[in-house]
């Protein structure tokens, strides 16, 4: 791998379904105009289906290799062109994108839909012998074999028809909820006076001063950009504006108006419900968990009504000591949404002596980017160097060599600031997939994308202990992506059970939280000075406050998904009304709300990933505290054994093998609720 790049002007114009001439295999995003996208996409997928066709209509007796195989290696280009343009339209959208993104919603949908229900594709996938095959190639096999009868591909005529019009349809409004959210987020913001800023932490204040020069204005605004939003909520003392910036979040995508997806989300729901029924299964829930690690329904609710008990009896204590602070303030105890954030951060100040303003100048983004590298190399060995002058999809990102005992494993990119143009929230993307069995292909090494939405500050960009966590979070997914080492790219790195895929992300979180990283790593930004030990203490000490709080707000969330999808109809249905009784038999705790009502809640409704699914996050939390507890009892949270074997059984693995048989392999036993409880400090509650 050498590292000069290609010269984008050497037989232009460059094709963005064409193999990348980047040395990294990064496409071509400096080519991607809306009409060579739209070119690209129409030759990838007229390519993509003569493929389908000849691996279909092939007179050979079907075999692991002129069937599977030959689907594995079909559609490149039409994975290369979707990187490109999915790429832009999560983190750099614009009107000509955002167009182009809704011509080709339905588009895709009928091609994957004609690809994935075809019948005689699926009779020959069913025909290709077991014997032989290794342990990859039949679990590959097997997960053609499902991914066919779970599209609808042993449907009859009519029944194929019809599952092929609800998925375009979910794919058109997938789409729309999209773009209505991030109308609502990029559209509004809250202009502050000199007043209101005077009794601001200098972080909040810069970044609140970034956000005004990124939307063309003099002085400060705050956005609904959760690095905006909840900052100020936790730090603003003038309670109106609390309450106008909170009242804005909550109601992203039920404003009214062309951005309200209430409507959207009822048609959604139906067509789930119709979707799973075609399918043999009652309810949706029924159909998307099947393949999954939790099986069935009952066990999530389960999962989820275990630990709701606790977090809400910790939530109601931790309430009525804000009421407290509160009142011994001067300040209204009557604790609402938009107060709690505010009064928590008080009492935290006053019960553990510590306050966010005192903790950020210790976790500047930098130094966390370096904290997540050198824990990668203590536990992998693996080196970053960071490599200039990549056209890379926004200038803001950053990419690294990533190398193993100078060897070439990946190429990391990070995309960490919030813009306009840009989707909420945090996640990760392999922007290529890594594989091994294709001889005119060779070895492909991933290149592995970051996204998170930090408030960029003037001088540094500093984090919240929260922020920092969700840095830890993606790259513990990147890892992911980076050590794969399977065969085939439908197994690879994240490609996994969806309960399973943030096991790798949330047991990567808890290393920030060891003071043999804390000590190196969170330093100040302007002296360069450790964190005091004083301070870190109070902060460990401190890491399960508000526990209460926060597990709550994401349980609604989960349990509003479940239940919405163990619905048997959608007549009549309207989501917030649907949310709100669901919280209701809860005794959703006043002053909380659910950390994703439904019209903004893309985990759910801006496509199928995380539809009925959102639980995995407390699925996955399951294990990844008992994961962690392995680092542990060896007396050292780097050991090299253990760290092998995370490594050797879960991530070099990906979906290569049953996720019960990977963690087994890890931990010897199954994993216990009880472990995640404690971590969370519920268990004194329950």
């Keep these: 791998m050498t590292h000069e790049t290609a010269d984008p002007s050497v037989n232009a114009p460059i094709a963005l379904d064409a193999p990348s001439a980047d040395p990294y295999g990064l496409p071509p995003f400096a080519a991607a105009t809306p009409q060579a996208i739209r070119d690209a996409f129409a030759r990838a997928l007229a ?9 279909r209509d092939s007179e050979a007796a079907p075999d692991f290799d002129n069937t599977i195989a030959a689907l594995e290696s079909a559609g490149r280009g039409l994975g290369r062109v ?5 790429t832009l339209a999560s983190t750099c959208s614009d009107d000509a994108i955002r167009e182009l993104e809704r011509e080709m919603a339905p588009v895709m949908s009928r091609h994957w839909s004609a690809v994935s229900m075809d019948p005689k594709l699926a009779a020959r996938v069913d025909a290709v012998p077991e014997d032989g095959l290794t342990p990859e190639q039949a679990r590959v096999l097997f997960l053609w074999r499902q991914g066919y009868e779970r599209s609808g591909a042993r449907l009859d005529e009519a029944g194929r028809s019809r599952l092929a019009e ?11 909820f999209s773009q209505n959210v991030l109308a609502d987020e990029s559209g509004w913001f809250m202009e502050l006076t000199a007043a209101d800023i005077e009794d601001l932490p200098e972080s909040l204040v810069a970044s609140a001063a970034r956000a005004a020069k990124d939307r063309g204005k003099e002085g400060h605004v705050v956005t609904l950009a959760r690095s905006s939003v909840e900052p100020f909520l936790k ?52 159909f998307k968990l099947a393949p999954e690690m939790a099986k069935t329904p009952d066990a999530v609710r389960e999962l989820l009504m275990r630990v709701w008990g606790p977090a809400k009896a910790k939530a109601e204590a931790e ?38 303003a005192e903790l950020k100048p210790y976790f500047p983004l930098s130094g966390m980017i370096e904290a997540a590298f050198d824990c990668a190399g203590r536990l992998f060995g693996l080196e970053f160097r960071e490599v200039e002058g990549l056209a890379l999809h926004h200038p803001d990102a950053r990419a690294w060599e990533v190398t193993r005992g100078g060897e070439p494993v990946a190429l990391f990119v990070g995309d960490y600031f919030a813009r306009p143009s840009k989707r909420s929230g945090a996640w990760m993307s392999q922007m290529v997939g890594q594989e091994d069995f294709d001889p005119a292909v060779g070895r492909v090494r991933p290149v592995i994308l970051n996204v998170m939405n930090f408030a960029q500050g003037e001088e540094e960009t500093l984090l919240s202990f929260d922020d920092a966590r969700t840095l830890f979070h993606e790259f513990g997914h990147a890892l992911h992506g980076m050590l794969s080492d399977v065969t085939y790219p439908s197994v690879a790195g994240t490609s996994v059970a969806r309960d399973f895929v943030e096991l790798p992300s949330q047991l990567y979180e808890h290393w920030l939280e060891t003071p043999e990283v804390l000590t190196k790593h969170a330093r100040h930004y302007r002296t360069g000075e450790p964190i005091p030990a004083a301070l870190m203490e109070k902060m460990l000490a401190a890491r399960n406050f508000g526990q209460g709080f926060a597990t709550v707000e994401y349980l609604a969330s989960a349990l509003t998904d479940h239940e919405m999808h163990r619905l048997t109809s959608a007549d009549g249905f309207d989501a917030s009304a649907f949310e709100a009784g ?43 505290a008992d ?60």
């Design 582 to 624: 669901v919280l209701e038999r809860l005794g959703m705790p006043r002053g909380i709300v659910s950390r994703h009502a439904a019209p903004h809640f893309l985990h759910v409704f801006s496509g199928d990933g995380y539809s009925a699914g959102y639980y995995s996050y407390m699925w996955s939390e399951v294990m990844d």
């Design 627 to 686: 994961a962690f507890a392995a680092f542990e009892e060896a007396g050292d949270v780097f050991d090299a054994a253990t760290a092998k074997r995370l490594a050797d059984d879960i991530l070099t693995k990906g979906g290569s093998r049953d996720p019960m048989e990977e963690w087994l392999a890890f931990r010897g036993r199954e994993p216990d609720p009880a472990a995640m409880i404690r971590g969370r400090g519920l268990d004194d509650a329950a």
């Design 82 to 86: 979707a990187t490109v343009f999915y």
């Design 47 to 55: 390519d993509h289906k003569s493929e389908i066709a000849a691996i």
């Design 166 to 176: 609800i998925m375009e349809e979910l794919s058109k409004l997938a789409t729309q």
């Design 235 to 286: 730090l603003a003392p003038r309670r109106d504006l609390r309450e106008r910036a909170w009242r804005a979040w909550v109601s992203r995508g039920a404003n009214g108006g062309e951005t309200d997806n209430r409507e959207i989300i009822a048609r959604i729901v139906a067509l789930r419900i119709e979707r799973a029924n075609l399918l043999g299964y009652p309810t949706f829930a029924e």
């Design 319 to 356: 309430a009525a000591r804000l009421a407290e602070v509160a009142a011994e303030a001067g300040a209204n105890p009557e604790i609402e949404a938009w107060d709690w954030r505010y009064w928590s951060e008080k009492t935290r100040a006053r019960d553990h002596a510590l306050s966010e």
